[in-house]
């Protein structure tokens, strides 16, 4: 697998511009329509299974630690293998960056003004959504009402970005919500099922990003960087002020880390 991702163009073209759309689109079709995160379920079945096995193998098992060994780097393998078959060749293909010929590099001063313009412009969208300069903004929708709106801002892509249209809905709210939260994540995509994975205890304000974010690794792409950017644009594209807030925000507070990280290197 290492080595295919030596072959950038081979895997843009091959893998995720050709084979990869097409599963992604079955996949989404085959489990979109269900109420419930299936991967989820797998998982949580999974989880018991390896319980089980742990719990039967106890006795003895550093006695039979070859056998037990060899069984376990069998299933990592297959696991492995499947998990870059279905989806994660993507982060072997071309850089979005020079696709799109964008420097990838940039100074302190140039991340300085950014923050400015961010600023500028969430402190406009917060004023111009509650009234008030003094208070929080609440989103009124449901996680539902989320993944469904999520759809207009990918529908309003960008030209150069239309290559990660959005086709079938399968955003579900995960069932790993509270885990998530303790390790500080807001969502994942299920590379099995093609399910995106949104952690519905993060502040309901992040919800929208993290959907497009999360659709974004559905559209076939790997880096998060890159699903960032694709999440901040489709949320930023979108008509509901809600969403185009929760993108502002989320770009101020990466750039201000960015910002913290360059000023403790230097």
Not at 161 to 189: A, H, T
Not at 231 to 251: H, I, M, P, R, W
């Amino acid at each position: 697998m290492k080595t295919i991702g030596l072959f950038p163009d081979f895997v843009e073209n091959g893998y995720s511009k050709g084979f990869y759309p097409k599963l992604a689109f079955v996949s989404r079709k085959v489990f979109g329509w269900l109420p419930f995160s299936f991967g989820d379920v797998i998982y949580f079945i999974l989880i018991l299974l390896l319980f089980r096995w742990i719990w039967k193998h106890r006795i003895g098992f550093f006695k039979e630690w070859k056998d037990n060994g060899l069984a376990i780097l069998n299933w990592v393998s297959v696991f492995y293998f499947f998990l870059h078959l279905l989806w994660g060749m993507n982060y072997y293909r071309i850089p979005l960056h020079e696709k799109l010929q964008i420097e990838k590099e940039y100074s302190k001063e140039q991340l300085e003004v950014f923050i400015e313009k961010m600023l500028v412009k969430t402190n406009a969208l917060q004023l111009q959504i509650t009234k008030n300069d003094s208070v929080a903004v609440v989103i009124p929708y449901s996680h539902d009402e989320i993944y469904d709106l999520a759809l207009k801002g990918y529908e309003n892509i960008p030209t150069d970005l239309q290559e990660f249209r959005y086709e079938v809905k399968s955003i579900k709210s995960s069932l790993f919500s509270y885990p998530l939260s303790y390790m500080g994540f807001g969502g994942y995509l299920n590379p099995f099922t093609n399910e995106a994975q949104v952690n519905y205890l993060k502040p309901k304000y992040t919800s929208p990003l993290t959907t497009c974010h999360e659709m974004a690794h559905q559209t076939g792409i790997g880096s998060e960087s890159e699903c960032n950017f694709i999440g901040f644009v489709t949320a930023a594209k979108n008509e509901d002020l809600y969403f185009q807030y929760s993108a502002y925000s989320f770009a101020l507070r990466y750039a201000l880390h960015n910002l913290e990280m360059m000023q403790e290197g230097s």
